[in-house]
């Protein structure tokens, strides 16, 4: 992975809303998986497109 990919991740990890934080915690698995799979999303938009502070093609 190169330092602009680990530099995306780390911005989107330290940008991630709280609910997001608290729902990685849950016990509950449904509440969880909800968590998880926006905070894939998240990941798949900034590898694929950057974020807003990067100049975009």
Do not use: C
Not at 10 to 22: C, N, S
């Amino acid at each position: 992975m190169n330092q602009t990919a680990i530099d995306l991740l780390t911005r989107t990890v330290t940008r991630l809303p709280d609910w997001i934080r608290h729902d990685l915690a849950a016990k509950d698995s449904g509440v969880r998986l909800r968590a998880e799979e926006t905070l894939i999303a998240m990941i798949v938009n900034v590898l694929g497109e950057g974020t807003n502070d990067a100049p975009h093609d």
